[in-house]
């Protein structure tokens, strides 16, 4: 089993920024590419971002391109999101997982751990 704990989220005005944190234990990190994924209320669970094990491909939602930024340490086992231009719309629980597929996707059906989720709130 691999183990994902969230954490980072909190209240912030619109035009802020906030840096959510994955925790990884329990298997080798760096065999799972790595995804961010965020639902609000009434809401599908949505694709924010993706890495790959290696660290050196991303994918990104339009919806956050340019303004977010995902990365990853396979030294420390933990996945990082960057989150800067919040806007309201950006509210959400947001979510860690991990996926073992060879290439990273956007499809939630393809991650089989997740962590708790950790909320963000963008006030305007």
């Known amino acids: 089993q691999l183990q994902l704990v969230e954490s980072g989220g909190g209240l912030v005005q619109t035009g802020g920024s906030l840096r959510l944190s994955c925790a990884a234990s329990?298997?080798?990190?760096?065999?799972?590419?790595m995804g961010w994924f965020r639902q609000a209320p009434g809401m599908e669970r949505e694709f924010v971002a993706a890495?790959?094990?290696?660290?050196?491909?991303?994918y990104y939602a339009d919806s956050v391109k340019g303004r977010f930024t995902i990365s990853r340490d396979n030294a420390k086992n933990t996945v990082d999101l960057q989150m800067n231009s919040l806007k309201p719309e950006d509210t959400a629980v947001y979510y860690c997982?991990?996926?073992?597929?060879?290439?990273?996707?956007?499809?939630?059906?393809?991650?089989?751990?997740w962590g708790q989720g950790t909320q963000v709130t963008v006030s305007s």
């Open positions: 997982a991990a996926s073992s597929l060879t290439a990273i996707s956007p499809n939630p059906n393809y991650y089989g751990y």
């Open positions: 329990g298997r080798t990190f760096r065999n799972f590419n």
């Open positions: 890495i790959r094990w290696t660290g050196d491909n991303t």
